[in-house]
RNA sequence: GGCUGGGUGGCAGAGUGGUCAUGCCCGCGACUGCAACUCGCGUUACAUCGGUUCGAUUCCGUUCCCAGCCUCCA
């Protein structure tokens, strides 16, 4: 089955194919690091996550390098006010986003490249750029010279008499262009440097993706994602060191998330409007969190509420309960599918999940099948269609818990006082006292947990109220 | 203003030129001692006005509205 991605840069969709048959390389943007990261930040983690489990299914050797920005004037102002070296602030909220989105159930990244670890790299770009004059240093910066480059703007789709000149930044005196951007600037002695033949300094933001792409996956890769919001200017200047620097292309696939937003504005940190991944998880499980992450497609903006949530955690326990009324099959949880091939996953969820990662539609496919397994009375059918639905779970990266845990998770009772008051019940089910039956249940209710009468039994979970 | 992308049933959110999204919520029915779980059912949902067509929510154009980017940003 082709995979069919939107490109940002035909603007359609188009078949995917690897530049290499046997190998995929792909390319995201991680979070600058200087404090707790929004539930946006999480958006593209998880996203990319899914297509990275689809691409190692159909391809299997699947490269992805997931970036850390570690170096960057927020980081130096955040130190400065929480009087700490930067990298003893960058390691900690490093630590804290890796946390955060194997929480959201993101897989490591084959690697997750630092700035901080490629200054060299980037200098040696620095110096090739200007020997083969993109770039001009001018008053201890480097700057990459914009009217040098013809392809600039294919990206975003603006030419370069529509970005008004200086508009709305101030245009400093030693650009040629002012729309030229930094690739290196000097630091004061109170801020992280480096030397460089340009002085002490450090590198200017889209620097450091085009040398750690590649120094970690090559000059050609085959997707780079990330935020909607950096199409312009981080990846169109990025786009214009790397067409040079691969001499051909530098991104085959350019993939863009859209924005989270809370009511109708974009969640965004300098708005104000944020809600940590963090906090989040103090309240939902990492599970729920994806599920609302991939109850919208990727490329379109999503409302990030209460409500999403809520509905998110109802959605996702309709499959659990059909997993929890379901024989267990030839597998007990997604992770056994973490090697299948492409052919092991149940067709109704690969099909929207090729048409440009339509995860809602994977995940309506995957109710499909939780009805199926409800309706099916042939047990051999069940236990398959269990099997069917773990696949699916491993794809989209849900369904990891054991069922009946994902139902009990929070217990405020004792289980085995639950356990005593399921047996009382039973006692007085059996001598017609359904007074005293009826009052065990409520009060366990009245207590969070509710009882289910089944054929083989009575079970309990955990009820909020 | 320029460039992108949107406006679908109470809510979320897919999709399609002519049968059905899906989930949540609500109601009714079945099941149950009663519930819960589960199953079944729920009238013209597709911003607006035109056009193409035997037929448009789906294609083309108009109008209105919304968001993102154009500055750091996932």
Known sequence: MDIRLH????GRKDTFTPLRPDRVTMYVCGPTVYDYVHIGNGRPAVVFDVLFRLLRAKYGDVRYARNITDVDDKINAAAKEAQQPISTLTDRFAAAYEEDVHALGALEPTVEPRATHHIAEMIAMIERLIADGHAYAADGHVLFHVPSDPGYGVLSKRSLEDMLDGARVEVAPYKRDPKDFVLWKPSTPDLPGWDSPW??????????CSAMITKHLGDTIDIHGGGSDLAFPHHENELAQGRHLSDGEYVRFWLHNGMLTMGSEK???????????????????GEVLRYALLSGQYRQALTWSEDLLKQSQASLDRLYQALLESP??????????KSASIDE?????????????NTPGALAAMHGIATDIHRANDPARARLL?????????LL????????????????????????LIVERKAARARKDFARADAIRDELLARGIELEDTRDGTRWKVRDT
């Not at 267990?328 to 997604?334: F, K, Q």
């Not at 069922?403 to 356990?419: L, M, N, Q, T, W």
Request: proline fraction near 7%; glycine fraction near 10%.
């Open 7 to 10: 490109n940002t840069l035909t």
């Open 199 to 208: 002085g002490r300094g450090r590198p200017g933001w889209h620097t450091e």
């Open 267 to 285: 969640m965004s940190k300098s708005l104000g409007n944020i809600v940590t991944i963090r906090e989040l998880r103090a309240q939902y499980s």
């Open 328 to 337: 267990v099959g030839n597998v007990t949880d997604p992770s056994a599918f």
């Open 345 to 357: 996953f149940p067709e109704a969820v690969l099909i929207p999940l090729c048409d440009d990662l």
């Open 386 to 394: 269990r099997d069917q639905l773990l696949a699916s779970g491993w």
């Open 397 to 420: 990266g849900i369904l990891n818990e054991d069922p009946e845990a994902h139902f009990r998770a929070g217990a405020k009772v004792d289980p085995s006082e639950i356990e005593g």
